[in-house]
């Protein structure tokens, strides 16, 4: 069974700068592309960025180039978003996603909120 647990989110002002995690169980994590995704209150999902197995990431998100980052540790099994410069509109549920766009395999999310 996949399993991806996402944390790191919070509270943070304007400007400043989180890391997300995701663990991921059930599946041979360093054989996948990953994604994350994120939801924004009333708006649909929006895919930010992706990774292959080899470490080479896909930004989908033009709003969210310079500022943030997508990682693997295929030896933990984890995947990782690093977040800078944050901006009120970055403020939504962020999901860990097995695989790319159009993938249901994702995390219950982890909550980011952008407000100074």
């Known amino acids: 069974e996949v399993r991806l647990v996402e944390s790191g989110g919070g509270l943070e002002q304007p400007g400043g700068s989180l890391r997300l995690s995701c663990a991921a169980s059930?599946?041979?994590?360093?054989?996948?592309?990953m994604s994350w995704a994120r939801q924004a209150p009333g708006k649909g999902l929006e895919w930010v960025l992706a990774?292959?197995?080899?470490?080479?990431?896909?930004y989908y998100l033009d709003s969210v180039k310079g500022r943030f980052t997508i990682s693997r540790d295929n030896a933990k099994n984890t995947l990782y978003l690093q977040l800078n410069s944050l901006k009120t509109e970055d403020t939504a549920m962020y999901y860990c996603?097995?695989?790319?766009?159009?993938?249901?395999?994702r995390g219950q999310g982890t909550q980011v909120t952008v407000s100074s």
């Open positions: 990774i292959n197995s080899r470490g080479i990431s896909t």
């Open positions: 059930g599946f041979t994590f360093p054989n996948y592309d």
């Open positions: 996603v097995k695989g790319r766009i159009g993938s249901a395999d």
